[in-house]
């Protein structure tokens, strides 16, 4: 048993209130408290993870460029295989609703390295997809465990980095399940026109293989309450008496009652607390217009246009370069906002320091889309036409950033179940959208369609600004426990 003497003294403390357990908890710069880690450790996390968070949204509009290709291969319609997407998409959402609880239960490590796993190995059917049917069915499932990155990264990056250092680490990271889909299309029309549309998920499946190699050779817990759990076991099993350790925050109810509890954590956040509600909202409707970008570029560009596939996939690089440039110049700027306003109020940091940015974002997305619709519908020249994406690019990624912070400072133990409660809604929205724009655009043009989209995101638009003032208030009264 550790005593005064040991070396593990410092990490423990007599029990409180009753309770004769003695208290493990983190020492002092301790090396195994993920906040701790060398700054290489921390990257070498941040990067498999940003890439799984990469790599599943890009699986999802890779093979957009092959739509025809694949209908006609596969005896289909466009709408049947765009049915892929759709279904792909809306798992990519409902996954974080069990995923990221499960990684509060788990820890992060075993969830990334076992979905990934599967989500890797369902590239093979997928390639091999006899029927239109099998291709829906497999990429649906694979859509669901190919979330993980995208349920878990919040967390895992709120795990290792202190509230005044996370806004620029998690601006890169959440450039994945954007840039993903924009970087797709690019790849997948390279691949389709020089080789088969197959190909897509072979690529995909190396790919994937390779990172997965890295997660089980690299990949670090980073949930405190795992690593805690694991140390109060071993030093139960290290004691030479009955003594028995416990954790600060230790969960000790039953197994089964953890589970649902922690199942439901995510849509009792997002449905009791009217910010993460409207939030999610403004970002399914920006999430939908993405995808139906995306999925109409080519009859766009290739059809309106007369663009070949290589040149329609290369314009994916608008929306993309907005992304970067959002990433790059503006998505760092989201701490040093937060902080000069911490400071500004006697050091006692909000959550909604981190919407100021946002308000720059809700401004140009609409009109991005605005500029965007009135030059397909005249036929203005490509450059012109695509520059608008390039400001939708630099809103969406603004308002993204700023409101996936904010969930983390609002939710900091439960980040992962408060990103995926707005996650899961994104993508059911998100997903199905582009099912019904084209018979939009059919009945009313590009112009006032798009038009639509616009309406929308301007509706909302107000959003940031409202909460920034009224964000606290609207949290304290509508406060739950979790």
């Excluded at 981190?354 to 997305?365: E, K, T, W």
């Excluded at 939009?440 to 798009?450: A, E, K, P, T, V």
Aim: with cysteine; hydrophobic share 45%; proline share 6%.
């Amino acid at each position: 048993m550790p005593d005064e003497s040991d070396e593990t003294s410092p990490l423990l403390e007599n029990g409180h209130g009753g309770d004769e357990r003695k208290l493990v908890k983190f020492g002092e710069d301790d090396e195994e408290n993920p906040r701790c880690w060398p700054k290489s450790r921390k990257m070498t996390n941040v990067g498999i993870i940003a890439l799984m968070a990469i790599l599943s949204p890009l699986a999802s509009s890779m093979f957009t460029p092959g739509i025809d290709q694949i209908a006609e291969d596969l005896g289909a319609t466009q709408e049947e295989v765009i049915g892929a997407t759709t279904g792909f998409v809306i798992f990519l959402g409902l996954g974080p609703l069990i995923l990221a609880p499960l990684s509060e239960t788990f820890g992060r490590r075993k969830l990334y390295l076992t979905c990934f796993t599967f989500f890797t190995l369902l590239q093979i059917p997928t390639a091999l997809s006899p029927n239109v049917a099998t291709l829906v069915a497999v990429r649906t499932i694979s859509g669901f465990f190919g979330s993980v990155g995208i349920a878990n990264g919040g967390g895992t990056i709120s795990d290792m980095f202190k509230p005044e250092e996370r806004a620029s680490i998690f601006g890169w990271y959440l450039l994945g399940p954007l840039l993903g889909p924009t970087l797709g299309p690019l790849f997948g029309g390279l691949i389709v026109q020089y080789l088969t549309w197959r190909w897509v998920f072979w690529i995909i499946l190396i790919v994937c293989a390779v990172n997965t190699a890295l997660g089980y050779l690299f990949l670090k817990e980073s949930y405190a309450p795992v690593i805690l759990e694991a140390r109060r076991e071993a030093y139960e099993a290290s004691s030479d008496s009955n003594t028995k350790f416990k954790f600060d925050g230790q969960d000790d109810r039953p197994f089964q009652t953890k589970i649902l509890e922690s199942m439901r954590r995510p849509l009792r956040i997002l449905f009791t607390q009217p910010i993460v509600l409207t939030m999610a909202i403004y970002q399914a409707i920006l999430f939908g217009t993405n995808y139906t970008l995306f999925t109409n570029f080519q009859d766009i560009w290739g059809d309106g246009y007369g663009f070949s596939t290589t040149k329609v996939g290369l314009l994916y690089l608008g929306p993309g370069l907005g992304f970067l440039a959002a990433v790059w110049f503006l998505v760092p700027k989201i701490d040093t906002v937060y902080n000069r306003l911490t400071k500004r109020n006697n050091g006692e940091a909000k959550p909604e320091y981190r919407l100021p940015l946002a308000n720059i974002g809700s401004v140009f997305i609409p009109i991005g889309l605005f500029w965007f619709a009135w030059c397909v519908e005249y036929h203005v020249h490509w450059f012109p036409t695509i520059l608008s994406t390039f400001f939708f690019g630099i809103g969406q990624i603004t308002v993204f950033n700023t409101v996936q912070n904010y969930y983390i400072d609002s939710f900091s133990k439960y980040a992962a179940s408060a990103i995926a409660a707005g996650a899961v809604f994104r993508s059911l929205v998100g997903g199905t959208i582009p099912l019904f724009a084209p018979g939009l655009f059919d009945r009313i043009g590009y112009g006032w369609g798009f038009s639509v989209f616009a309406f929308a995101s301007l509706a909302l638009s107000p959003s940031p600004l409202l909460f920034f003032y009224y964000g606290e208030r609207l949290r304290k009264r509508f406060a739950i426990e979790l």
